[in-house]
């Protein structure tokens, strides 16, 4: 996702709304991390958005319709879950940042 002209948060909005059909609003999207990648001067940012009410209601019935646009192979997961994947970014900073974000207790 290469776009120089819209800034990180911008970025994310709009793929939220791409994938999943959710117009976020953009004062409760919260940076998590910043990493640099091994990739000459590209950087992954990693945000948290916490979804309310009706947005959690009507993402999850869309979810389990599977009725998505890009993100067909999304789904609600847990902690434990996320860290049983294989990301494609520097997860093992990601999580702690994660747990520390949502007030986990951390091992």
């Known amino acids: 996702m290469e776009d120089n002209s819209n800034s990180p948060a911008e970025l994310a909005i709009r793929e939220m709304a791409e994938e999943v059909d959710l117009t976020a609003d953009r004062h409760r999207l919260e940076p998590l991390s ?6 000459e001067g590209i950087a992954d940012y990693v945000f948290v958005y916490a979804l309310n ?18 993100g067909r192979a999304w789904q609600f997961m847990g902690i434990d879950q996320i860290k049983g994947l294989d990301l494609a970014f520097e ?16 091992d």
């Open 91 to 106: 997860q093992d900073r990601i999580i702690p940042d994660l747990e520390q974000r949502l007030g986990m207790d951390i």
């Open 53 to 70: 009410d009706d947005e959690y209601s009507r993402l999850a019935e869309r979810v389990s319709r599977q009725n998505l646009n890009e």
């Open 34 to 39: 910043l990493y640099r990648t091994g990739r």
